[in-house]
């Protein structure tokens, strides 16, 4: 008989499990326009809270619900019928379901690749379902042979894209081995292979080994990701939406104070005695020249390893290599015990399939496969941490590789670049530094693919404009962030640089976090964990944040968008000051600027400046020019700007859009006496470091956020003018409100930060 209005083609996923299971709910299960709604209500359970329903019923149960005899006599002796008549049968129920003008294209290269494997399995040896690798090492083959003959219904499926939108493609199914092994054919495409190691006959025996300590009752991933409905998860979980957390000051003998917020009352675990997966020890010990974590790593990785959201503020280009190498071998370690239990489960459910049992609930992943992103500034950092995860997955292939090297990795002229500039600056801006990119990386046994596909990589590097063109602007109508929602480890590294950049692109990325996604993408509703259908991720994911400096915006992240139910950990150096560098003999004077309240601060301190500071500075210019005014804020820059030009001010602004040639002319005037005033941002600072020369007065409208810059631009005072300048025609003016406790601590020092913050008096004069 036809088939009814409200029935559909199948998907592919339910191909897949018809094949896989011999059963099928064709009447129940499939819906129109991935009806997320009605399938997680379908999945969730009614028996009670956070208990989820089998989603493949018996063929007794499909019998009561089935409207069709042809389907129910097809479907209750598909599981009996041999190899070649499951085939058959098969082809059938596919016409059954089909509307009268036939299935599509995609459709029909299914049932032919379905046919032709029964064929080729009825020759085929026994799979021995009690070895994980045999099982994983046959299905590789399967898939190598399965390869060249449907490569061009692939083709179909899956149309060749360039790489702004092939990255997201929102119709990719998320499967864990059989389309993997597909997806990773070094010949589909084009895309380059290189070989780095010979494969070796004994790497089954490590994989068996690790298989069997992914899930240690010690194993922190194990804890923190299980589908847990105990009154211990509720107790953490109500303490992080109350934000309850009992705080707990801890002296680390190599950070320093770290404050520990804990959802119970257990303090920092001991660390785990076997907390890597045995195929990464030997990489990691490569990759780390030495025999073990150094002093620096030791406490970090146990921070980040119980799955505890972590900011630290300490960064240093000195401890660049031992920070990336941490959280790379965290990544990386977390994505090989997902997927290693999720092959495990796997051949739990194909042992069970086999012997005619139920192997209950396996609940191992998200609605969609990436689990991993990383956020860095520039490409050059993105190129340092991919060969980080490349040299600790240790790959027999790594695909795409060319392609990686002449896009992210560093060019000839890079060498000798920028060497006039200070060393801070070389180490930043050195290699590859375009902020607009993004990349996916696939893993899977021995072989690394590069620019894979968003929903089909298991780690997302980017940048917050690239990450940012992908999932589109407010009620865009090309919008993707799904391949966001089941992120469970975010690392954003140098976070100071990303404030440099647009903040509003990094914030956005997190409001796009774990949330329930448009579209199913061919997900397996039976195998998401429940507090992900219930729409707790957020709850269950780590960030992990790093800079060289906390600010006012890191610490608002850190307060509203780290949940992780493990608790948090803030690390937090002490200051020496940077006005400690400051070699020129020049008084420095600091005036606070009494304000109200947090939302009157911008207006008041330009009232303040306006009114009392400017008048002061321009008598002293009819005497003395040259007077650089800094300002850390681009819409304070703005608003002075815009004052000086009503009140006709002689002057020119210097911001970080203005060319090289008007910067150069800008300069050259003042050096000159052609002009009284540079008005001068931090981000020009920060993206050129312009040697300003002939600078008498220096007035910081408000501090730097890099404390090094204060005792860089106070120091352009001695070396940029002639050698008998009076030290009596200099000054230094900064200005602060009891709001820039942070920005003071770095540049006066931890000690006196609040002494100039509580004091009656409002003015300090250093020399």
Not at 81 to 98: C, E, F, V
Not at 579 to 586: C, E, G, L, Q, Y
Request: hydrophobic share 30%; charged share 30%.
């Amino acid at each position: 008989m036809p088939p009814s209005k409200k029935s559909r083609r199948p998907t592919r996923r339910e191909l897949q499990q018809l094949k896989e299971y011999g059963e099928l709910d064709p009447l129940n299960s499939m819906m129109r326009d991935n009806d997320l709604d009605a399938l997680i209500g379908n999945a969730i359970s009614r028996s009670g809270y956070g208990r989820l329903s089998r989603s493949v019923h018996t063929v007794q149960e499909r019998a009561r619900h089935s409207k069709s005899n042809v389907e129910d006599s097809l479907l209750s002796s598909f599981s009996k019928a041999p190899k070649r008549a499951k085939a058959n049968a098969y082809s059938k129920l596919l016409g059954s379901l089909s509307t009268k003008q036939g299935m599509d294209s995609r459709e029909n290269s299914l049932v032919e690749r379905e046919i032709k494997e029964s064929s080729e399995d009825e020759s085929a040896e026994e799979i021995d379902l009690d070895d994980d690798d045999d099982v994983i090492d046959a299905e590789e083959m399967k898939g190598q042979m399965d390869d060249n003959s449907d490569r061009s219904s692939n083709e179909a499926i899956m149309q060749s894209t360039d790489e702004g939108n092939a990255e997201s493609k929102s119709d990719v199914e998320y499967e864990v081995d059989q389309v993997d092994y597909d997806d990773l054919d070094d010949g589909s495409d084009g895309e380059d292979t290189t070989r780095v190691h010979e494969s070796t006959k004994g790497d089954g025996d490590d994989d068996k080994d690790d298989a069997a300590e992914i899930y240690e009752s010690g194993d922190f991933m194990a804890a923190h990701m299980a589908d847990d409905d105990s009154e211990l998860a509720h107790k953490k979980l109500a303490a992080v939406t109350q934000k309850k957390y009992s705080s707990m000051l801890i002296e680390d003998p190599v950070y320093g104070p770290v404050v520990c917020y804990n959802t119970i009352d257990e303090g920092i675990k001991e660390p785990n005695q076997r907390p890597l997966k045995q195929r990464l020890v030997k990489p990691f010990h490569k990759l780390n020249k030495s025999g073990d974590f150094t002093e620096f790593q030791r406490p970090l990785f146990n921070w980040i390893d119980q799955y505890r959201d972590v900011v630290y503020s300490g960064r240093s280009f000195d401890k660049e290599d031992e920070i990336t190498t941490t959280y790379a071998l965290h990544a990386i370690n977390h994505i090989m015990k997902a997927r290693d239990r999720e092959r495990k489960n796997n051949t739990k459910l194909a042992k069970a399939q086999a012997a005619g049992k139920d192997a209950g609930e396996l609940r191992d992943r998200g609605f969609t496969r990436p689990r991993v992103l990383i956020i860095v500034p520039f490409r050059n950092s993105a190129y340092n941490i991919v060969k980080k995860l490349l040299k600790l997955a240790s790959a027999d292939q790594e695909l795409n590789s060319s392609r990686f090297e002449k896009e992210y990795g560093p060019s000839e002229d890079d060498a000798d670049a920028n060497k006039r500039k200070p060393i801070d600056y070389q180490q930043t801006f050195a290699g590859n530094i375009d902020d607009a990119f993004r990349i996916g990386l696939q893993l899977h046994h021995r072989t690394v693919k590069l620019y894979s596909e968003f929903y089909r990589s298991d780690i997302l590097i980017a940048s917050p404009i690239g990450l940012r063109m992908t999932t589109g602007a407010q009620g865009g109508d090309r919008r993707d962030f799904d391949f966001l929602s089941s992120i469970e480890i975010v690392i954003v590294d140098q976070c100071d640089v990303l404030l440099m950049q647009n903040w509003d692109h990094f914030a956005h990325i997190f409001s796009c976090l774990n949330a329930i996604p448009k579209k199913d993408h061919g997900c397996d509703f039976s195998r998401i964990r429940n507090w992900a259908l219930e729409g707790m991720s957020q709850y269950r994911r780590q960030t992990i944040l790093i800079s060289q400096y906390m600010t006012p915006e890191i610490q608002g992240l850190f307060n509203n968008n780290c949940r992780s139910i493990e608790g948090k950990l803030r690390v937090k150096p002490i200051y020496g000051g940077s006005i400690t560098s400051v070699v020129a003999k020049v008084p420095q004077v600091f005036k606070r600027v009494v304000v109200s309240r947090l939302s009157f601060a911008a207006d008041e301190r330009f009232a303040h400046f306006t009114e009392n500071s400017l008048p002061e500075i321009e008598r002293l210019a009819k005497t003395t020019k040259h007077t650089v005014i800094f300002v850390s804020s681009y819409f304070d820059f703005v608003r002075v700007r815009n004052y000086l030009r009503e009140k006709d001010f002689s002057f020119v602004a210097i911001s970080e859009y203005s060319t090289r040639s008007e910067a150069m002319n800008a300069r050259r005037q003042f050096h000159a006496g052609e002009l009284s005033y540079i008005l001068y941002s931090e981000r020009a600072h920060f993206y050129h470091r312009y040697p300003i020369k002939g600078i008498h007065h220096m007035v910081f409208y408000s501090l730097p956020d890099h404390p090094q810059y204060y005792s860089e631009l106070v120091n352009l005072m001695l070396t940029s003018n002639t050698p008998n300048i009076s030290v009596d025609s200099l000054s230094c003016t900064a200005f602060y409100t009891k709001y820039d406790q942070l920005k003071i601590e770095r540049i006066i020092g931890t000690k006196l930060v609040s002494q100039l913050l509580n004091s009656e008096r409002a003015q300090y004069t250093f020399t």
